[in-house]
């Protein structure tokens, strides 16, 4: 059975030089910098591997500090902020040549009974029933598109129009799609929750573009990730179909923010997200 090609990548592993830094190998992207969701999991994961098996992580918050190089190594250097009786928080700096690309914290707990209620999902087709993003790329004649859709290893079914050629005339402020890896991650709760970070950077903006009558083909238009936040609340398999709810509540300042949610097939709400982007075009300067 064909493994994720996300799992070298997700798996960071220890420096040998230094205590408590890890590296991984960088995923090739369709523009000349890192995916900001593939450093996200590989904080989230770096982070974890200093942490007891018996604590999971469930909330993650970054800043993203400069475009990545994706031909030079990122160095994941955990500070041990503080081990509690349920609670464990790392701070997690990624650099490149001794410069921050991004800043974390995450935070682990040990499992606990409490309070249980969350928001319901909303009603939406089945994944089997809408077309997969990978056939609408593979049908451009760009070898950009296939490096978007198949190089990301991740299917993403939408249910409003996808938005890589043309904008949403309906200018909704809000979409629902479907993901999962398209091949099997193995290995433990750590891997796939740091899977999740990864997938939800895909995403997450659309609804901004898709607001204001905008395509990621648009000319002029150019999106980046300030800050991302994460919280995890139940245990998910990022191989397995997850719906990813994402709604945009504001955008000023050539900034836009989105508020996402993941639930799994029984519609169980695994995940919340925030992410604040730069969103610039050509009308706005």
Same mark, same amino acid.
């Given at each position: 059975?064909?493994?994720?090609?996300?799992?070298?990548?997700?798996?960071?592993?220890?420096?040998?030089?230094?205590?408590?830094?890890? $590296?991984?190998?960088?995923?090739?992207?369709?523009?000349?910098?890192?995916?900001?969701?593939? /450093?996200?999991?590989? /904080?989230?994961?770096?982070?974890?591997?200093?942490?007891?098996?018996?604590?999971? +992580?469930?909330?993650?918050?970054?800043?993203?500090?400069?475009?990545?190089?994706?031909?030079?190594?990122?160095?994941?250097?955990?500070?041990?902020?503080?081990?509690?009786?349920?609670? #464990?928080?790392?701070?997690?700096?990624?650099?490149?040549? @001794?410069?921050?690309?991004?800043?974390?914290? $995450?935070?682990?707990?040990?499992? #606990?009974?409490?309070? !249980?209620?969350?928001?319901?999902?909303?009603?939406?087709? !089945?994944?089997?029933?809408?077309?997969?993003?990978?056939?609408?790329?593979?049908?451009?004649?760009?070898?950009?598109?296939?490096?978007? @859709?198949?190089?990301?290893? /991740?299917?993403?079914?939408? /249910?409003?129009?996808?938005?890589?050629? #043309?904008?949403?005339?309906?200018? *909704?402020?809000?979409?629902?799609?479907?993901?999962?890896?398209?091949?099997?991650?193995?290995?433990?709760?750590? +891997?796939?929750?740091?899977?999740?970070?990864?997938?939800?950077?895909?995403?997450?903006?659309?609804?901004?573009? *898709?607001?204001?009558?905008?395509?990621?083909?648009?000319?002029? $238009?150019?999106?980046?990730?300030?800050?991302?936040?994460?919280?995890?609340?139940?245990?998910?398999?990022?191989?397995?179909?997850?719906?990813?709810?994402?709604?945009?509540?504001?955008?000023?300042?050539?900034?836009?923010?989105?508020?996402?949610?993941?639930?799994?097939?029984?519609?169980?709400?695994?995940? $919340?997200?925030?992410?604040?982007?730069?969103?610039?075009?050509?009308?706005? @300067?």
């Amino acid at each position: 059975m064909t493994t994720s090609p996300l799992l070298p990548v997700l798996d960071v592993q220890p420096a040998d030089d230094a205590l408590d830094v890890f $590296t991984g190998p960088n995923l090739p992207h369709w523009r000349a910098r890192l995916f900001g969701g593939q /450093v996200l999991g590989q /904080v989230a994961v770096a982070a974890g591997r200093t942490v007891g098996a018996d604590r999971r +992580l469930h909330s993650l918050h970054a800043y993203f500090l400069r475009p990545g190089a994706p031909d030079v190594a990122v160095a994941f250097a955990v500070e041990r902020l503080r081990d509690g009786r349920s609670f #464990s928080a790392r701070r997690v700096q990624a650099t490149q040549n @001794g410069v921050p690309i991004l800043s974390g914290i $995450t935070s682990f707990q040990t499992a #606990s009974e409490g309070l !249980e209620h969350f928001e319901p999902a909303p009603d939406v087709p !089945e994944p089997e029933d809408l077309r997969s993003d990978y056939e609408i790329l593979d049908a451009v004649d760009d070898p950009r598109a296939r490096q978007i @859709g198949r190089g990301r290893h /991740v299917e993403i079914r939408h /249910v409003e129009p996808a938005l890589y050629g #043309s904008a949403d005339p309906q200018r *909704r402020a809000h979409q629902s799609v479907w993901f999962r890896l398209d091949a099997p991650l193995p290995g433990d709760d750590l +891997l796939h929750r740091g899977a999740l970070a990864y997938a939800s950077d895909l995403s997450v903006l659309e609804p901004v573009l *898709r607001r204001h009558g905008l395509a990621w083909s648009s000319p002029g $238009t150019s999106v980046a990730s300030l800050d991302h936040a994460m919280w995890w609340h139940r245990p998910a398999r990022a191989d397995e179909w997850l719906l990813y709810v994402v709604e945009s509540p504001n955008a000023s300042g050539a900034r836009g923010l989105s508020t996402g949610r993941m639930y799994d097939r029984e519609r169980r709400l695994v995940a $919340t997200v925030a992410q604040e982007g730069m969103v610039r075009v050509p009308s706005a @300067g």
